[in-house]
């Protein structure tokens, strides 16, 4: 945070926004940090971590304003990153969720893993973006720089209108942490909202600060919030098959893990799976609830076929190639 600060203060006017730090119950030396070098930041702090989804949750509570921005610590930005999202949303009130476009904070002239110029998703439930699919992460060469409707707007830098957020729930606290943005977007773009994504406003993202890539913890939470994603917001014609079809895949990927010598990763795999089941009861309503809101049960933003066989069979490994 220490060393990306100073980027949102420079480059957010005070008559725009109001810059607010939420410190979700860190034990390091942050929050004297803060006091210290950035008196002028509104500190809200909470007395334990409540997870990304929760702590956001209560933050969002706090905040009086008409659009909020959901910023990773570890997002740097650039001038004028505020003015195409804040054009969208004064321009179109069927707009609810804005992501501006995303690169590599190490690796600057690639798109960031995480979010890259707007996100998408196959019909199993595999996200993926302009700029990135699976794990295949193009070079920025201006391709993708129209703006664009999306499924999902990125956590990492999400401008959402603030009364929207709240009447709609905002993030699932207990996602905890890992896809929770993506479960958000699809409940609005369901709704009857739209997200997208405004290229000429440009951040930098580390990317990966929260939990190593092969953390056996990470997997365990992608594969089980994905799975609870998908049954909360499936239309009831696809939720029965498309799940069959998941516990073939996660079988696969499963093993995959197993044989590239990541035990921990493929058990985590089950263990998500295994929770996933116990949870469904508990999700019932939310599904119900979901299904009765619904007002576009035919989202154009998540593809019909299958993300995996394109690109490891027709080996379509770019976003212009699906």
């Not at 979700?24 to 940090?33: F, H, I, K, L, Q």
């Not at 990135?132 to 990125?154: K, M």
């Not at 929770?180 to 000429?200: A, N």
């Not at 576009?296 to 490994?317: G, H």
Request: with cysteine; hydrophobic share 40%.
């Amino acid at each position: 945070m220490e060393e990306f600060l100073p980027s949102v203060i420079k480059h957010t006017p005070p008559d725009v926004a109001e810059i607010v730090v939420a410190d979700n119950g860190s034990t390091d030396d942050s929050v004297a940090m803060l006091q210290e070098k950035f008196p002028a930041v509104r500190l809200i702090a909470f007395d334990k971590n409540y997870g990304f989804a929760e702590g956001y949750n209560k933050a969002m509570g706090m905040i009086d304003s008409t659009y909020s921005v959901l910023l990773n610590s570890d997002v740097e930005v650039s001038p004028g990153w505020l003015d195409g999202p804040l054009a969208a949303l004064d321009s179109d009130r069927s707009v609810a969720v804005v992501q501006p476009k995303i690169r590599a904070q190490r690796n600057r002239k690639y798109f960031e893993y995480a979010g890259a110029a707007g996100g998408f998703m196959d019909k199993y439930g595999y996200p993926y973006c302009r700029g990135r699919i699976l794990h295949v992460v193009e070079e920025d060469s201006g391709q993708y720089d129209e703006q664009a409707s999306l499924l999902w707007a990125t956590g990492a830098c999400l401008f959402i209108r603030t009364g929207i957020y709240r009447e709609e729930g905002g993030l699932d606290a207990r996602f905890f942490a890992h896809q929770e943005e993506i479960d958000l977007c699809w409940r609005l773009r369901s709704r009857g909202y739209r997200i997208v994504c405004t290229p000429e406003s440009v951040v930098y993202h580390v990317g990966g600060a929260t939990l190593n890539a092969d953390s056996p913890h990470k997997t365990y939470l992608n594969f089980r919030n994905n799975l609870l994603m998908l049954y909360k917001n499936l239309p009831e014609q696809d939720v029965k098959s498309v799940l069959r079809i998941r516990y073939l895949l996660d079988a696969i990927a499963a093993a995959r893990f197993f044989m590239t010598g990541q035990p921990a990763n493929a058990a985590a795999v089950f263990r998500a799976r295994r929770d996933f089941c116990r949870l469904k009861k508990e999700y019932l309503p939310v599904r119900t609830e979901n299904m009765q809101k619904t007002v576009v049960p035919e989202i154009p933003e998540i593809r019909k076929k299958s993300l995996l066989y394109s690109f490891y069979i027709e080996r379509k490994q770019k976003f212009s190639r699906l």
